[in-house]
Each structure stands twice: as structure tokens, then as C-alpha cells.
């Protein structure tokens, strides 16, 4: 093992299978001190996933991974995760493949050629195996925001080895719109490639009245009623990007598989769920597709489901202006479930 000193940081680097680097500091944030790892991952395709760690104050009662959405960074989290490495959570995050700051501005928005959205899901798994074999408390969450939890409801067809799953701000359109946006989404990206913007498909999906309904000041006021929240959105170049047509036809496919009940099924129906939304969230429809969403789960005899719709609340629920309460109910449903 290699230790150095970088200005003011400890780093340590150590060499195993899975993970080739760790770096450990100590930062200062919000809520004070905490320590934060950071883990580079191989993953069987050879992409280079990092992983952050905030370490707990305290003995930790359970362990938590981040899934982001679409077209935003895990540094939008760092609040969120100093909360509750304050109370007794570990926290991990990692970036989605072409997400994150540290990539390449032309490199955002993309995930592969082809099968990006199995990708995605692969990473999902093979960072979950890593938390779960070195987690320092004997209970395991994930959480998925937006994109993020399409990607774990696909991860929980196949992955099961979670103490809970807590979906926030997800969707449930009806199949029928998601083949057909999925079929014009592949040809979308024949003719015009996979690597290619595509405002046609951003606007397909993100420009119907539903979300135009609340752009008062800006085109993101979708997001959140707090106005610098969506301003420091606007000016983050790694925030709110054009993405590329495979990326469109990736998270379609996505939407797909999570929504068919076929697939739904493969789901352990006694893991705990806490699924949580706006109302006022256009990409859970206002509330109407969450609840046809959690009528399905109830009919597929899912035993063990926890929801709740926030009044007034838009799709970023861990930046709305009630963030706090938000931010308590998902450490309460944690430290009581199982």
C-alpha cells in the first residue's frame, strides 16, 4: 500500500481485483466534517466506473447506493448524502456512463452503440456486489431518482439483494406510447446515427404540455419550485444537455422493460418499496401515473409497498423547497423497514 499527501488530503492507493484505486478525505461540508472514499471500478466492458463513499459519523445502521437521473451529475447529491452520513448511513454514488463532471463535454449524453441500456443495468449490478460484499452495517438500499429508477427496476428483475428500493420521481406511461416512441427512436438513430444530438427526440419526450404547463420563468421549471435550484441547473454545462438518439432509444427501452408486467414479475413481490413523487411531477404524470403504477404492483401481489405524493412538489424531490421533509421520510423508512 502507497500513501501520500496532497495538498492537505490523505491518499492511499491499493491494488484488488475489482477496485484499482481509493482515495480517502476529509472534507468539510454543510452539515461539518465527513470522509468520503473514492473507488474506481472496472466493469466487465472495461469502462472505468467511480464510486463515492461518504462515510457515517457513527456506526452505520445501513448502507445506501444513488442512482441519478438523466442529464445531471452525482455532485447534486453531496447535500443529500452528507444528511445522512450525519445519521447513521453510508452513502455511495457513481456517476452514469456519459454523465458526470469529469467527462468530455461531447461525451455527455451518451451511453454506447448498442445496448446501452443493459449496460447501464450491469453497472448498476456490479456496483451493488461490491457495497453489498463491503458493507460495514448488515442492511443495503438503493435509491434511484427519474432515469435512476427505471434503471432499478430493471437492476431489480435480476438483482435482489436489497433490504428495500426507494424510487423517486419515476414514471409508468402506457405501453403503447413507449413502443411507439421506442420504434421512432431506433429509426431516429439509423438514419441519423447513434452518436448524434437529437433535439427531435428531446423534444418528443420533454415537450409536451405537460412540462411546458409549468415553465413560467424557464424551460426547467419542471424540475423544482426553488428558483436557484433550476438556475444552478441552467449554468452547469454538465446539467440539462442535448442528448445523443441512442441515449433517447436507451432510456425508452428502459421505460419499456421496468413497465411490462411480465417483467415487473421477475421482481421479489416481498421486497419493501417506497416510492415517492410530486404531484405536481409531469414525469409521473401529476401523480396519475404513479398511482396506475402502484394499483399494478398491488395487482401482481407486491406485499410490501410505501408511497407518498407531496403536494405542490415538481420532480426533483431532494431539491424542493420542503427537501427537508423529503430528506426525513426516506432516513425514517430506512432505519424502520426490516
Known amino acids: 500500500m502507497v500513501y501520500g499527501l496532497i ?51 457513527y456506526e452505520p445502521r445501513a448502507s445506501l447506493l444513488i442512482l441519478h437521473g438523466m442529464a445531471e451529475h452525482v455532485e447534486r447529491y453531496q447535500e443529500f448524502a452528507e444528511y445522512l452520513a450525519h445519521n447513521g448511513i453510508d452513502v455511495y454514488t457513481y456517476n452514469h456512463r456519459g454523465h458526470g463532471t469529469d467527462q468530455k463535454i461531447k461525451d455527455l449524453g451518451f451511453f454506447a452503440h448498442k445496448n446501452g441500456h443493459q449496460l447501464v443495468i450491469d453497472d448498476a449490478i456490479n456496483v451493488s456486489k461490491y457495497v453489498k460484499k463491503h458493507n460495514r452495517s448488515n442492511k443495503f438500499f438503493l435509491l434511484g431518482h427519474s432515469m435512476g429508477s427505471l434503471i432499478a427496476r430493471n437492476v431489480i428483475q435480476t438483482y435482489n439483494d436489497y433490504d428495500g428500493v426507494i424510487l423517486s420521481g419515476t414514471s409508468y406511461p402506457p405501453l403503447l406510447v413507449t413502443r411507439a416512441g421506442l420504434f421512432i427512436g431506433k429509426l431516429h438513430c439509423k438514419i441519423k446515427g447513434p452518436k448524434s444530438i ?141
Open 198 to 338: 437529437s433535439p427531435f427526440m428531446n423534444a418528443l419526450m420533454f415537450g409536451n404540455k405537460r412540462y411546458t404547463a409549468l415553465a413560467s420563468r424557464t424551460a426547467f421549471d419542471w424540475l423544482s419550485r426553488s428558483h436557484p435550484v433550476v438556475g444552478a441547473y441552467i449554468n452547469d454545462p454538465y446539467c440539462g444537455f442535448m442528448c445523443t438518439a441512442s441515449f433517447y432509444r436507451d432510456l425508452l427501452k428502459l421505460v419499456l422493460n421496468s413497465s411490462m408486467k411480465s417483467l415487473i414479475k421477475k421482481t421479489d413481490r416481498d421486497l419493501p418499496l417506497f416510492i415517492i413523487s410530486g404531484d405536481h411531477d409531469p414525469v409521473g404524470g401529476y401523480g396519475t401515473e404513479i398511482n396506475k403504477f402502484i394499483s399494478t404492483l398491488n395487482k401482481l401481489q407486491f406485499t410490501n409497498i410505501d408511497y407518498k405524493l407531496y403536494p405542490e412538489c415538481r420532480h426533483e424531490l431532494l431539491n424542493e423547497l420542503n427537501k427537508e421533509e423529503v430528506y426525513d421520510d426516506i432516513l425514517n423508512w430506512i432505519n424502520k423497514t426490516r
Open 7 to 57: 495538498f492537505g488530503k490523505i491518499i492511499y492507493i491499493m491494488n484488488i481485483p475489482l477496485v484499482h484505486l481509493v482515495l480517502s478525505t476529509v472534507e468539510k461540508g454543510d452539515n461539518g466534517m465527513y470522509e468520503a472514499n473514492e473507488l474506481i471500478i472496472d466493469q466487465s466492458d472495461g469502462y472505468s466506473t467511480k464510486l463515492t463513499q461518504y462515510i457515517s459519523d
